[in-house]
């Protein structure tokens, strides 16, 4: 399955490569495929080192058994280990919500404009509550995440190290190469969420529905089909809405958009 990946995704670069496409100007399948065969060629190259050394294969089938969720890629996971693993990882993202949230209520009083302060209060008040935003919720706040106080450019490095874990980065890097990678990893998302856009949510399987929700946030393993739409939809509108400069906001959004959906808490 993995050498199957790989033989897709070098036709894929080979026609980006002979037609002069770019990543962004992918359909939405590409550039998800080649998104997700990075993520899982970096555990295999990982391997690859450790088992260079004479006999150190045999170490390797140990630690493949020993820690399956951090060494294996999907395709070698169990449907339960599947459900397992996801779960746990989403627990782990789920320890920064409370530390994000926190943020956004401090800078409350850095925010110059009466009326984006109110917005931002209200936001707060309503997650903290237990109440799934609306859209407009969110997109009331869209210029306070492009400058100050939360620009992209403008997020404190614990900010920073709170999202990193919320998007299952390592937040364990210079302030400079986490605010890069933040702006990579939002950048790509945003660029999948037009292409999801232009191919429209109702072309997609189940389990494309269910990793696309996964991987902005929502843990989609225990809800049903038809709610993973919806809320990938919801997503969608923020998303498909916001300007590059406003990407902040799309990362934040993370949390925002996915703490109090209908089934997730746990």
């Known amino acids: 399955m993995l050498w199957a990946d790989a033989k897709k995704a070098r036709r894929i670069k080979a026609n980006m490569w ?94 110059s404009d009466v009326g984006l302060q109110w917005h931002m209060t209200e936001l707060c008040t309503k997650i903290q509550r237990g109440t799934h935003p609306a859209i407009h919720d969110i997109l009331a706040l869209r210029e306070c995440f492009s400058n100050h106080p939360l620009g992209m450019n403008q997020l404190p490095a614990f900010q ?49 529905v269910k990793s696309a929700c996964y991987l902005r946030g929502l843990n989609s393993t225990h809800i049903a089909e038809e709610r993973c739409r919806t809320w990938l939809g919801e997503w969608l509108q923020i998303s498909c809405s916001l300007k590059e400069a406003e990407l902040s906001l799309l990362l934040h959004n993370v949390v925002l958009l996915s703490t109090n959906y209908i089934g997730t808490r746990r």
């Open 18 to 111: 002979n037609h002069n496409v770019k990543f962004h100007q992918l359909s939405y399948r590409e550039m998800e495929h080649l998104r997700q065969f990075r993520r899982d060629i970096t555990k295999c190259f990982f391997l690859g080192i450790v088992s260079i050394p004479p006999f150190a294969n045999y170490l390797v089938f140990l630690l493949m058994y020993l820690f399956p969720r951090q060494l294996l890629v999907k395709h070698f996971w169990t449907p339960k280990q599947q459900t397992d693993f996801l779960d746990i990882y989403h627990a782990l993202r789920k320890q920064s919500h409370p530390e994000i949230l926190c943020y956004l209520e401090k800078i409350i009083p850095l925010i």
């Open 160 to 208: 920073m190290k709170a999202l990193s874990r919320a998007m299952l980065l390592t937040p364990y890097l210079p302030s400079l190469l986490l605010r890069h990678r933040l702006k990579a990893h939002t950048t790509v998302i945003h660029q999948l969420d037009k292409a999801l856009a232009k191919l429209g949510i109702a072309q997609l399987t189940a389990q494309e």
